[in-house]
């Protein structure tokens, strides 16, 4: 399916001016390709989307090792109930959503991702360092929103330099590409602070090699995006259709408000992974010593899932695919509860929330990319995402007191029923976006 396009608005100063001839002058070139060539291009995974993935992929080592052990610690080590742990969870899903859009509108009125993309990342770099000298319950949640505003600044120019390097019928695919080496860092940050803590006794030192490894890494995934990321990657256009700069009515698009309507309504009955790992640990699945590996198991059944639920997206429609991996989130919800305290339960639970974050993450951005024009690629994308963000701040808080109140599994049992209830709603709200299967013949 095409992208909505208009023709492009006549320059009103020199910045103006020199944007779009950078504009016009990347359709020129797309324009001087046969289409032949184009499609051999749009069939190898681009440069920019494994740029992008291995930078994805070290600052991931360095959040996911920090987040793998963030609950226990707060729970654990500073004696967190569920309703205060719900706050800080609720801080750290919710927080990104404050400046997704700032981010996004940013990238899209400069033309510049790349560096609003980097801020991002060197807001999360500098939270890691300011994680050494804090210990207390008030000064670690401002920390943590400190590095969730980098990730929210970040997430809408890195999504749309990747959607802008992809073809609409590899766009599952490369998104896909992306989060399996953004998952293989998620999975390697447990790993590590799993073996950091095996080895350096109990207590606050422990905590702060962690974090001091989480530094590092952190900085590596930095280089990689200022070396290997051009300033302004080239985008796979029609050059039939013109590019033009960002419109804010386009967000108020009728494919716009239902996607972010369907989102916010499952992200409010999306429970954090925090809390599922400690329902499991509660129900007395897995030691505490292990807790740091549960986010390994869920992220290795993404990472093996991510390419080819983005290849499926492609094919059979990204609205199905991510409805389908809500489905999948009812069944971890309803495993966790009643069967969460065998390791057989547990193992299942990861497994289908793999599976999940494989068939939504991506298939969220893929579908927000093509609601809007691509000149407000970046600014629709971030818009979702913060509808999806300030929803699941609301989730965690909320099940923090539900459980309090109620108990675990019936916490659980009672967001999973009404989960089931709100897929069949958003399939409704979903028929408005577009949805742009693979030609005939595409891999």
């Given at each position: 399916m095409s992208l909505r396009n208009s023709p492009a608005a006549a320059p009103t100063d020199q910045t103006t001016g020199t944007d779009e001839t950078a504009?016009?002058?990347?359709?020129?070139?797309?324009?001087?390709?046969?289409?032949?060539?184009?499609?051999?291009?749009?069939?190898?995974?681009?440069?920019?989307?494994?740029?992008?993935?291995?930078?994805?992929?070290?600052?991931?080592?360095?959040?996911?090792?920090?987040?793998?052990?963030?609950?226990?610690?707060?729970?654990?080590?500073?004696?967190?109930?569920?309703?205060?742990?719900?706050?800080?969870d609720g801080i750290y899903q919710g927080a990104a959503s404050l400046v997704r859009v700032l981010g996004g509108w940013?990238?899209?009125?400069?033309?510049?991702p790349k560096l609003v993309a980097g801020l991002g990342y060197g807001i999360s770099a500098v939270s890691?360092?300011?994680?050494?000298?804090?210990?207390?319950?008030?000064?670690?949640?401002?920390?943590?929103?400190?590095?969730?505003?980098?990730?929210?600044l970040r997430t809408g120019p890195r999504d749309a330099m990747i959607a802008?390097?992809?073809?609409?019928?590899?766009?599952?695919?490369?998104?896909?590409?992306?989060?399996?080496?953004?998952?293989?860092?998620?999975?390697?940050?447990?790993?590590?602070?799993?073996?950091?803590?095996?080895?350096?006794?109990?207590?606050?030192?422990g905590y702060r090699a962690v974090f001091v490894l989480s530094i590092a890494a952190a900085v590596v995934g930095l280089a990689f995006l200022l070396l290997a990321v051009p300033h302004r990657a080239r985008a796979v256009v029609d050059p039939a259709t013109p590019a033009r700069r960002l419109r804010w009515r386009d967000l108020s698009d009728r494919r716009v408000r239902s996607l972010m309507l369907a989102a916010g309504l499952l992200g409010l009955l999306?429970?954090?992974?925090?809390?599922?790992?400690?329902?499991?640990?509660?129900?007395?699945g897995i030691g505490l010593s292990w807790f740091p590996l549960l986010m390994v198991g869920t992220n290795a059944a993404y990472m093996s899932l991510a390419i080819p639920v983005g290849r499926l997206a492609d094919?059979?429609?990204?609205?199905?695919?991510?409805?389908?991996g809500h489905v999948l989130l009812v069944a971890a919800y309803a495993v966790a509860?009643?069967?969460?305290?065998?390791?057989?339960?547990?193992?299942?639970?990861?497994?289908?929330?793999?599976?999940?974050?494989?068939?939504?993450d991506g298939v969220v951005s893929a579908l927000a990319s093509q609601a809007v024009p691509e000149g407000s690629?970046?600014?629709?994308?971030?818009?979702?995402?913060?509808?999806?963000?300030?929803?699941?701040?609301?989730?965690?808080?909320?099940?923090?007191?539900?459980?309090?109140?109620?108990?675990?599994?019936?916490?659980?049992?009672?967001?999973?029923?009404?989960?089931?209830v709100a897929i069949p709603v958003a399939a409704r709200l979903l028929r408005a976006t577009p949805v742009a299967p693979a030609p005939a013949g595409a891999a």
């Open positions: 504009r016009a002058d990347t359709n020129a070139l797309a324009a001087s390709e046969t289409p032949d060539r184009r499609r051999r291009a749009g069939g190898r995974v681009p440069g920019v989307v494994l740029a992008l993935g291995l930078t994805s992929l070290f600052t991931d080592i360095s959040s996911e090792a920090v987040t793998a052990v963030l609950p226990l610690y707060l729970t654990a080590v500073l004696g967190l109930g569920p309703v205060a742990y719900g706050f800080v940013w990238s899209d009125r400069t033309g510049r890691r360092v300011l994680l050494l000298p804090v210990t207390g319950v008030a000064a670690l949640t401002g920390v943590v929103a400190l590095d969730r505003v980098g990730k929210g802008g390097a992809s073809t609409p019928e590899r766009l599952g695919r490369n998104f896909g590409v992306h989060r399996a080496l953004d998952t293989a860092g998620a999975m390697a940050g447990p790993l590590l602070a799993f073996g950091v803590l095996a080895v350096v006794p109990a207590g606050l030192a999306t429970v954090g992974d925090g809390f599922l790992y400690l329902v499991l640990a509660d129900a007395g094919r059979v429609g990204r609205t199905r695919v991510l409805l389908g509860a009643t069967t969460g305290g065998h390791v057989a339960g547990v193992v299942a639970v990861l497994v289908l929330l793999g599976c999940f974050y494989a068939a939504t690629r970046a600014t629709g994308i971030a818009a979702v995402q913060t509808a999806v963000g300030l929803s699941r701040f609301a989730s965690s808080v909320c099940f923090g007191v539900l459980w309090q109140l109620t108990g675990r599994s019936v916490a659980l049992l009672a967001v999973g029923l009404a989960l089931a």
